[in-house]
């Protein structure tokens, strides 16, 4: 596709601006070559954005099952909510604006609720970021208990990668565990791995394969007892939303993706938002204002000296929460779990569908999502995950998650969430059994795939090892 | 599946190949390019730090993740194979001409595999 520069003529514009009607006055020091900006006219930008926009696939285009992440559809009275006047324009530093605290008050409220949480946080703008805060508050916690000691964070080897990451930019070193065949945490390697140096286990419950760990008290008391604390990475949330409580299960402190399991837009379409919640115990050290209410009038409080201090201006994405708390509204106390039950119904069932075909990487009930692995298929007739999920693209349904997570080989981790219909599982199992027989019948027609969409297969290798990121300017 | 004789493994999927008995050099297998994928990025360790057995020592990224890779034996970094920075490729082209770093002072070596011990391990492995 053509780029705005590739497109551009000169002279042409478009004309929106009046003529000049004060003395123009040239400064003493200007540029002295032309400006690289591309010369079009309104029609030719709107047409430019618009082809790209038909060449990006989203929620609103078709089903999109990408395993770990909750691509659940976006109310658009999300969007009506955090479009309204009341919220777009006002300023953080406005005193007391009473309808944005209450929805701050409020949304903490309920998240705390459904979290099982005393406490929480608005400030971290996502996932990873909310990491990050949760381990600041786990480290301030152990410096000021007279424990700086302990510097050790466990993370079995099923977390996502960011869980890791977040870890060593906190500072602490990272002990991986491996998982049991489940993917759960194996119990005898967590208690050896914990000792007097542990700062903490962090956990994503659901696990990775989709999986509820059975022991999951037991995990947080063995880590309890050796002195540490647990971190819930609330990425998982969606099955169990309402359902059971990372604080029943003796979390200490989470975070939420709203962009996950409370139906904000996600990856590109964002912000995001992570707030973090935590037990009594550690609220103090939670970043940023709090808001208290007091016979109805509700105020902006700053926290203790112990607080770990900003690590985001003000309440974070306010307008993300909003949206978060608008479908929190509209679902209700019912709504929630409901949400949540046919999140792991519509897993169950398209998994139910595949699983005479396809190999699963564990069998027996799932929760919100499943992993299929390809190994057998590449060992087979050298028909790879990748090939499978380019091949998913030409029926119109984006792929699922590739290549994770990595301890099982040739893995598609599929999550169709709850917002899909029965007739789209129908119509995506089909795709997907069809896919199985070309796989045998035609090989070489799966590693060419994708063969209709705007970018075929791109150069992975070369993209990551000589990636070109602008476009070159020619005077 | 190549597995030089003439030097050592890891469980881990590392090479050793001592140049004295007290120094050595040390690269991915065969095995491990192959399982990795296409290398896109490594990071090496820095020289003069100390590998310890069994613990990270630097990572490498394919297409598909990033790997730890664990020093084989303990010892003190002496050189760092700066050519890989700018092609990661050469690990995959000759996993066993392209040493990661060198190490001196070399200890803890007693648990490292033959070829033959270590290919039976990878067969284990990928059952």
């Not at chain 1, 990636?467 to 020619?474: A, D, G, K, S």
Request: glycine residues 8%; negative net charge.
């Amino acid at each position: 596709m053509k780029t705005l520069f590739d497109r551009s003529v000169p002279g042409r514009h478009c004309s929106i601006l009046p003529a000049c009607d004060v003395e123009v006055r040239t400064p003493a020091e200007t540029r002295s070559s032309a400006l690289h900006l591309p010369e079009l006219s309104e029609t030719d930008i709107s047409r430019h954005y618009t082809e790209l926009a038909k060449q990006t696939f989203g929620v609103n285009d078709g089903f999109y099952p990408l395993g770990s992440c909750t691509m659940k559809y976006n109310p658009k009275i999300n969007e009506r909510a955090a479009s309204l006047s009341g919220f777009t324009n006002i300023h953080p530093t406005q005193d007391h604006v009473q309808g944005s605290l209450k929805l701050l008050h409020t949304a903490e409220k309920y998240l705390c609720e459904i979290t099982g949480m005393d406490a929480m946080t608005f400030q971290p703008a996502a996932g990873a970021h909310g990491e990050l805060t949760g381990l600041m508050l786990i480290k301030r916690y152990h410096e000021l208990s007279g424990h700086p000691e302990r510097t050790k964070i466990i993370v079995p080897d099923s977390a996502h990668g960011t869980n890791p990451a977040s870890s060593a930019m906190c500072g602490f070193t990272v002990v991986n565990i491996p998982s049991a065949p489940d993917g759960c945490v194996d119990l005898e390697r967590l208690k050896e791995a914990c000792g007097e140096d542990t700062a903490g286990l962090m956990l994503t419950n659901p696990n990775t394969l989709g999986i509820f760990d059975r022991n999951i008290q037991q995990i947080t008391e063995i880590v309890h007892a050796a002195g540490g604390l647990c971190y819930y990475d609330g990425a998982n949330l969606n099955p169990v939303m309402g359902i059971v409580r990372p604080g029943d299960m003796g979390f200490d402190c989470i975070h939420l993706n709203l962009h996950k399991s409370f139906s904000t837009p996600h990856g590109g379409g964002g912000p995001g938002s992570g707030p973090v919640g935590c037990k009594k115990f550690l609220e103090a050290y939670l970043p940023g204002d709090r808001i208290t209410e007091k016979d109805g009038v509700y105020s902006i409080e700053q926290r203790s000296e112990e607080s770990i201090g900003a690590v985001r201006s003000f309440h974070g994405n306010f307008l993300v929460i909003v949206k978060a708390f608008a479908y929190l509204t509209a679902l209700g106390k019912q709504g929630v779990p409901e949400a949540a039950q046919n999140a792991v119904l519509n897993a169950n069932y398209l998994k139910h569908k595949l699983e005479d075909t396809y190999e699963l990487a564990n069998k027996g009930i799932c929760m919100h999502e499943f992993v299929l692995t390809l190994e057998g298929l590449k060992k087979e007739i050298g028909v790879s995950a990748m090939d499978v999920a380019k091949a998913l693209q030409d029926y119109g349904i984006h792929p699922p998650t590739m290549y994770f997570p990595l301890n099982v080989h040739e893995a598609l981790m599929v999550e169709p969430t709850e917002t899909e219909s029965k007739e789209m599982l129908d119509h995506v199992a089909e795709i997907f059994l069809d896919v199985w027989k070309k796989a045998h019948e035609d090989p070489e027609y799966l590693h060419g795939a994708p063969h209709h969409s705007p970018i075929k297969r791109p150069d992975e290798v070369k993209a990551a090892r000589h990636p070109v990121l602008r476009v070159p300017l020619h005077d | 599946m190549k597995t030089p004789v003439e030097l050592k493994y890891a469980k881990t999927h590392e090479w050793v190949r001592f140049t004295s008995d007290t120094e050595c050099e040390v690269g991915l297998t065969d095995y491990a390019q192959d399982a990795l994928g296409d290398l896109v990025f490594v990071n090496l360790p820095e020289p003069d730090a100390e590998a310890v057995k069994g613990e990270t020592i630097c990572d490498v990224e394919s297409v598909k993740a990033v790997s730890d890779v664990y020093a084989p034996v303990s010892g003190t970094v002496t050189e760092v194979n700066e050519e890989l920075l700018d092609a990661p490729e050469k690990i995959n082209e000759d996993p066993y001409g392209a040493w990661l770093f060198r190490l001196s002072d070399v200890s803890d070596a007693d648990e490292l595999l033959d070829a033959e011990a270590y290919e039976k391990h990878c067969e284990e492995e990928g059952n």
